[in-house]
């Protein structure tokens, strides 16, 4: 919002990085829910698990029996016994490997959904919070939803997925091996118990190069944000290259981090070689004393078998999709669980009041984006008796959105009172005041649904013949008609900016709100369409307030609040004309900017928007 921004974005500082016991925990309860809320698929995973591990037990076994029993000896038919019984044993475990994907779903997908609808609701709660950073909430919440419950998901599935296949793979190659080649066990231990140290020595470095990766990127969506959103006053005080500065050392430091943790990747891979490729290199060079001592060249080919083709894979599976995956795991479930953390409610106003109709009063009203801002309001003084019709005017970005989100009680005014219905706000209980006002932004919200579900969330028990009367009044009957009626689908994506206001309107219109404050709603609808809502809200009970962008909103209104930075002026259309020098010359710039648009001025527009639309419909694109 423009009159939020009084300079270049401020530096976003990073969270505190917490301690690897702490992530691990958080990893720890995440994996114990999502199983406890999927006990029998739990169950069959673990199951098909044991049966695709299982066949590593006689593999190397059945390679011994094809070398000393069949090549050695001049059997073809032994030796073919002994590779048949391999490939069946391979083939099965890759045939109960292939069982334990729909089970893992069962686990995985509905935590997923579970977690998205943990952090979004954790958003939301902490952007409406006293003092929220709302755009640094939107950001962090963006990279969250996009990134880090993915990686979630997806390292989660790989921890149920191949932990208990690492740990039977591992157990069937050790007993496998002592089974068939007792005086080989220590080739193969040493240098796997070796390599698991190392992996734990490096988990921490590890875990930290996560936790900085994830860091940098949310520091980067916020500068993002921060960033675009002042790009105008960046330009106006000419802090572009500062901004730029800022902008361009984010994305340094999420490069920067992105490698280190790369780097630590890479050193993983020496892991691998470690506990799989040095066993395979110890027994081949202990070959010939192994054979002296009584082995025979099948157990040692057998020996050479569980660690080539069972053991080289369960190191890397561990070292580089295990290990890794556990560990991004650790780091995103402690950041989702900060993001699906709600605040504490704020305490009920003691002797809540309930507002008795839409009248409403602000009394010295200051408020300022900080502690060392200036006041975008400062001294505000207005009446409204219930039923009124007030027009806010007055130039950009002099604070006529955050006067219209204090009166709605969005926000908390520094000093001063706002009064809704002879309550004072801070007195009002959430609850009531979202039943006594409705405030429609700039850019509403619609959601995907039915047209019948997006008017009716206000007021649930609204009857059709209610919306019916709803739509003709403000105009949407074409609209409703397009979209297969109040039943019809709705896709947010699919309509125009004037659709989506056009639904926001009448969900606001159709509600039991005796105050309406509309904030540039109409922003996006051609001239027509705007005097025809404008109409429709004149005739519905209660108090309205615009916030306007054309002036021919001014000259039909009951009364005019001219905010002009030092203070308010309110009155008829004609008294400030004659009487204020701003108010006469905002009222010059725009009928100038729409000369021949309406010589009735009803249709004047601002200037550079087009001016040849006469229809009632939305228009698709809104005026510059």
Known sequence: MADRTTGPPRPVPR??????????????RLVRDAL?????????????????????????????????????????????????LFALSTLGGAWAGRQTYPWLAEIV???????????VTGTLHRAVAPGAARDDCAAVAVARLTRQVEA?????????????????????????????APAAVPLVAAPLLTALGLFAVLAPATVRRQREAFDAEETLARRTVATVTALRDIVACGAHEHA??????AVRDHLRTSRALASVSAVRRLIVALGAHSPLLLVVLAAPGLHARGMTAGEIVGVLAYVLATLEPAIRLLVQGLGASWLRLAVAAERLAEAARRPEPPPAPRSALRPADGSAALSGIVFAYGPEAEPVLDG??????????????????????????????????????AVLGGAPLDRVARHDLAHARVLVPQNPYVFAGTLRENLRYHAPDTPDHV???????????????????????????????????????????LSDARLVVLDEATRHL????????????????????????????????DRVLLLDGAGACAGTHDTLLAEVPLYADLVGHWGTGAAGADRTGDGLSSPGAASGRSSSRPAADPAP
């Open 15 to 28: 969270p505190p990085a917490r301690s690897l016991t702490a992530a691990h925990g958080t990893a720890l």
């Open 36 to 84: 406890a809320h999927r006990r029998a698929a739990a169950f069959r995973l673990t199951w098909w698990t044991l049966l695709s591990a299982a066949p590593a037990l006689v593999s190397g076994k059945a390679l011994a029996l094809a070398v000393d029993r069949g090549f050695l000896m001049d059997r073809p038919r032994t030796a073919a016994l002994g590779l048949g």
């Open 109 to 119: 997908e509905p935590l997923r959904d579970r977690l998205l609808r943990d952090v």
């Open 152 to 180: 979630v998901r997806d390292a989660l599935a790989g921890q149920l997925m191949l932990l208990w296949q690492f740990v039977l793979t591992v157990a069937a190659v050790v007993a496998g091996t002592a089974v068939l």
């Open 244 to 249: 730029q500065r800022e902008a361009l050392d």
């Open 380 to 417: 505000i003084d207005l009446s409204l008796a219930d039923g009124d019709h007030l027009v806010v005017v007055g130039p950009s970005g002099i604070g006529k959105s955050t006067l219209a989100e204090v009166l709605a009680g969005m926000l908390p005014p520094d000093r001063g009172q």
């Open 467 to 509: 919306l019916a009367d709803a739509l003709a009044a403000l105009g949407m009957d074409a609209l409703a008609a397009r979209l297969g009626g109040v039943d019809g689908p709705v896709d947010p994506a699919a309509l125009s900016s004037g659709e989506r206001a056009l639904v926001a309107l009448a969900r606001a219109y």
């Open 526 to 557: 051609d001239a027509a369409a705007e005097r025809q809502v404008e109409e429709a809200f004149r005739r519905r009970p209660g108090t309205v307030v615009t916030i306007a962008h054309r002036m021919s909103l001014a000259r039909r209104a």
